[in-house]
Each structure stands twice: as C-alpha cells, then as structure tokens.
C-alpha cells in the first residue's frame, strides 16, 4: 500500500514538472552465455565384431547341447559369448578337452 502511493505520487510531481512519465517496469533480460570451451564430441562406433542388438541369439544351454550332440559322452565345462555373437563351448570327455564354436544365429557348428 505505502509502495503504491509513493508511486502514485512521484507520477504527480512529474506530470505537475511537465516531465514526461517513465514507468517503471522490471523486464527480465536474458543473456545468452555461449560456453568458450566446446569439447568436441565423437560418435560412437559400434564394434564390427559385435552382433547388433536386434540379433536374436540363440541360448547358451541350447549352444551346449548342440556341441554335445556333436562330441558324444561329454560334459560340458564353459559356454562364452564371443563378441562376434557366436557360442564357444567347452566340452570334456575323458581326459581329453575340445573347445568347439556354435554360431549364435543359427546354431551351426563352424
């Protein structure tokens, strides 16, 4: 209220002055900061040895099972994803150790 009358009353005095009226209003500037230091940003490359991820692989129990219909009377020991999206699998059959590679798309041994 007493904000409003000295207000009131400083428009008055400058209309009686014969000034003409500035209104006081608060305008918001908006400054634009431009960064001095853009960092240059690379894109990301898939790897070529990698499947893409739309891909649909087959399990790892389904790869094991395929190498062990393959190496009769195994047991199987490890099964890792390559990067390639195939399947090496290693079986165990006496005393004798074979790693074999089963394609991730269709299961095929190579």
């Known amino acids: 209220m007493r904000r409003a009358l000295t207000i009131a009353a400083s428009v008055a005095m400058m209309l009686a002055a014969g000034e003409p009226v500035m209104v006081q209003a608060q305008t918001l500037q908006v400054q634009q900061i431009k960064p001095k230091f853009q960092p240059k940003v690379q894109p990301r ?11 649909v692989l087959i399990k790892p129990s389904q790869a094991l099972i395929i190498a062990q219909r393959l190496v009769p009377n ?31 798309e269709t299961g095929e041994p190579r």
Request: charged residues 20%; without cysteine; positive net charge.
């Open 45 to 55: 490359i898939q790897n070529p040895n990698r499947p893409p991820n739309n891909m």
């Open 74 to 104: 195994s047991k199987g020991i490890n099964v890792q994803l390559l990067p390639g999206g195939n399947y090496a699998v290693t079986l165990k059959r006496k005393n004798e150790v074979r790693r074999l590679i089963i394609d991730g």
